[in-house]
């Protein structure tokens, strides 16, 4: 028969997540605009210490001998919930009022073990409720907001939250069906820390899982973006047309696409410098986003050309957002130590459908309306002409003339 060594089993916890602190609080260190990892490093680092002080169970049978370091380890599980909450960027008002009312149970069970029990059983019984209702937590927040390159590894890390708490299911089932007086409680004790050694190493290596996600996806923005004006570059602009292209032709709702050109740039350029010149194109990049619906993107082309992208957008309604965005360039004053610039711009616009179904097409098209406005006198919004090309014949038709 094997005899688990419950202070072994506490070291060898202590380790781990002692450890995992230390990578975690390197990678904080390396990638301070990474929101939560450094409440990930406090969590685990109390994980450490909560494991050193169940060292004294085995010394101290009182049953309030363990509630230091089961203070600590929920302190550390609570902590993690936190950082998963803001890595994951859950702002949502009903995430964080379930974290803290998570947060709140917790701290009150732990007081009312403290105050009122004492007795060891219905201490030990109380633990795995509060691991079942913490690793639930984490389990809803990884599936709902782990999304993009996070998803795989938020499903990984939600995976063994709840193998975690299905184990403290059945082991809470057991001590309950035993009787929390009988000593089952404490009997269980030494196998939940064996457990606990393997879920925590699959945990920290879904926290660094997670990390290596995130730091995949700012460099695929950064692949995707205008590293001045934060809008898409023309890769990104590309993936995305693609994307709304292939919706529109699966009876997915009509895009427009939008090309936008600023008025004699170059002799603003060379009047008040190109400093100027790049506030002016970030001021204009943060008015026209500011004009947009969520789901429309706008994308730096090259210089002083830009590209809407307005998926549920056609027709007379995208010829409308591209007249507002007009005026509110237009109303543009960019101080400049010259005086206040100013800056108009000429609008193409075209649709999917009416203008053609290919992406390249609906792009080229754009771009023949935005020639025609700089043509006519700048400063103006000009549609496409419609689509002439006659549709296909079906070959049925043909056969029977």
């Not at 917790?106 to 913490?134: C, E, H, N, S």
């Not at 404490?186 to 190493?201: C, E, I, K, R, Y």
């Not at 709304?244 to 032709?249: I, K, T």
Request: one cysteine or more.
């Amino acid at each position: 028969m094997i005899v688990l060594d419950l202070t072994s089993l506490c070291l060898a916890n202590s380790i781990v997540t002692g450890v995992t602190a230390l990578v975690l609080l390197s990678m904080r260190q390396q990638h301070a605009d990474m929101r939560g990892v450094g409440s990930w490093a406090a969590g685990q680092a109390a994980y450490a210490g909560g494991f050193l002080l169940l060292l004294q169970v085995d010394a101290d049978p009182r049953p309030h001998a363990a509630l230091p370091g089961f203070f600590c380890l929920f302190t550390g599980s609570l902590l993690i919930s936190f950082g998963l909450l803001r890595f994951l960027r859950a702002a949502g008002a009903t995430v964080r009022r379930v974290v803290a009312a998570t947060a709140s149970i917790v701290w009150l069970l732990l007081l009312m073990a403290a105050l009122i029990w004492d007795r060891p059983g219905p201490v030990l019984t109380l633990m795995p409720a509060i691991q079942i209702l913490v690793s639930v937590t984490n389990m809803l927040m990884l599936w709902q907001y782990g999304r993009g390159a996070l998803r795989t590894p938020a499903l990984a890390l939600a995976f063994v939250f709840c193998l975690w708490a299905l184990f403290c299911l059945m082991r809470l089932g057991f001590i309950l069906a035993k009787g929390p007086d009988t000593g089952a409680a404490m009997d269980t004790l030494p196998g939940a820390v064996l457990a606990s050694t393997l879920v925590l190493t699959c945990h920290a290596l879904g926290l660094v899982w997670l990390v290596v996600g995130r730091m995949q996806q700012h460099l695929l923005a950064q692949a995707l973006t205008d590293p001045l004006t934060q809008a898409l570059n023309r890769r990104g602009l590309e993936e995305r047309g693609r994307e709304q292209q292939s919706l529109a032709d699966r009876g997915g709702a009509a895009f427009s696409v939008v090309t936008f050109d600023l008025d004699h740039f170059k002799l603003l350029n060379d009047t008040h410098g190109h400093m100027v010149g790049d506030t002016v194109l970030v001021r204009v990049v943060e008015t026209v986003k500011q004009q947009l619906q969520p789901s429309d993107l706008v994308a730096r082309l090259g210089g002083e050309e830009f590209c809407l992208l307005m998926p549920g957008t056609a027709g007379a309604a995208a010829s409308g957002v591209a007249d507002r965005l007009r005026h509110a360039i237009a109303d543009l004053l960019i101080p400049a130590t010259t005086g206040p610039v100013s800056v108009t711009a000429s609008f193409g616009v075209a649709w999917h459908g009416t203008h053609g179904r290919d992406w390249h097409a609906l792009l080229d098209a754009a771009d023949r309306a935005l020639y025609q406005a700089k043509n006519q006198g700048r400063n103006r919004v000009e549609t496409a002409p419609a689509d002439l090309m006659p549709p296909p014949v079906p070959l049925r038709l043909i056969a029977g003339c």
